[in-house]
């Protein structure tokens, strides 16, 4: 079964940190996308920060200059560096992952999918 799972969230005081991973698993080939979004309460989901397989990277204007996005293809995970957190950063954060996988039937055969995981809640208050 391919997945994803967050980690990394919590509750911080307005101006610190958080670091949030995301780990896939599963019959893997390739991770050839990776992003975070997030979700606040009555708002829709939005797109944070993605990351290509090239380390192309992309940034919501409002998380600019304070997010930093990577990934590690090594071990098939990607990483949400968050610094200078705002109240208005607090949302449930989650992993999207463009994928290749790989099964083999007699044949190996490849599909695209993309994954999400379950969420993180990121709590910015003081």
């Known amino acids: 079964q391919v997945q994803v799972v967050e980690s990394g969230g919590g509750l911080v005081q307005p101006g610190g940190s958080l670091r949030l991973a995301c780990a896939a698993s599963g019959n893997i080939f390739s991770i050839n996308t990776m992003g975070w979004y997030r979700q606040a309460p009555g708002k829709q989901r939005e797109l944070v920060a993605g990351i290509t397989s090239g380390g192309r990277t992309n940034y919501a204007d409002s998380v600019k200059g304070r997010f930093t996005i990577s990934r590690d293809n090594a071990k098939k995970s990607g990483y949400l560096q968050m610094n200078s957190l705002k109240p208005e950063d607090t949302a449930v954060y989650y992993c999207?992952?463009?994928?290749?996988?790989?099964?083999?039937?007699?044949?190996?055969?490849?599909?695209?999918?993309?994954?999400w995981g379950q969420g993180t809640l990121v709590t910015v208050s003081s």
């Open positions: 999207n992952a463009g994928l290749t996988i790989v099964e083999f039937s007699g044949t190996y055969n490849w599909t695209d999918l993309e994954v």
